[in-house]
């Protein structure tokens, strides 16, 4: 059984930096894509930045620029740098993972930026 595990999350002031890891364990192989997904209270699920077995990256238009998505293919990690938080960063975040067919998510992590 895949288990997908987050960490890293936290608070931090505005403009200031977090930096969120995500480890697939149980088994994955050949894992592609990883990527971050955030949910805010009464908004949905939305994508924050993937990366593929390539390292080709997509990233949401909000986070261009301030947040930097990596992988580490041989621990099946992944990395989300977040610089120059805001307040509208703040949300739960998910890692969600693909392998063998199946998609499986993370139980996430809370991101709070205050200021």
């Known amino acids: 059984q895949v288990q997908v595990v987050e960490s890293g999350g936290g608070l931090v002031q505005t403009g200031g930096s977090l930096r969120l890891s995500c480890a697939a364990s149980?088994?994955?192989?050949?894992?592609?894509?990883m990527g971050w997904y955030r949910q805010a209270p009464g908004k949905q699920r939305d994508l924050v930045a993937y990366?593929?077995?390539?390292?080709?990256?997509k990233y949401a238009d909000s986070v261009k620029g301030r947040f930097t998505i990596s992988r580490d293919s041989a621990k099946n990690t992944v990395y989300l740098q977040m610089n120059s938080l805001k307040p509208e960063d703040t949300a739960v975040y998910y890692c969600r993972v693909l392998t063998g067919g199946y998609i499986y998510w993370g139980q996430g992590t809370q991101v709070t930026v205050s200021g």
């Open positions: 149980g088994g994955a192989r050949s894992i592609d894509p």
């Open positions: 990366i593929s077995s390539g390292d080709n990256t």
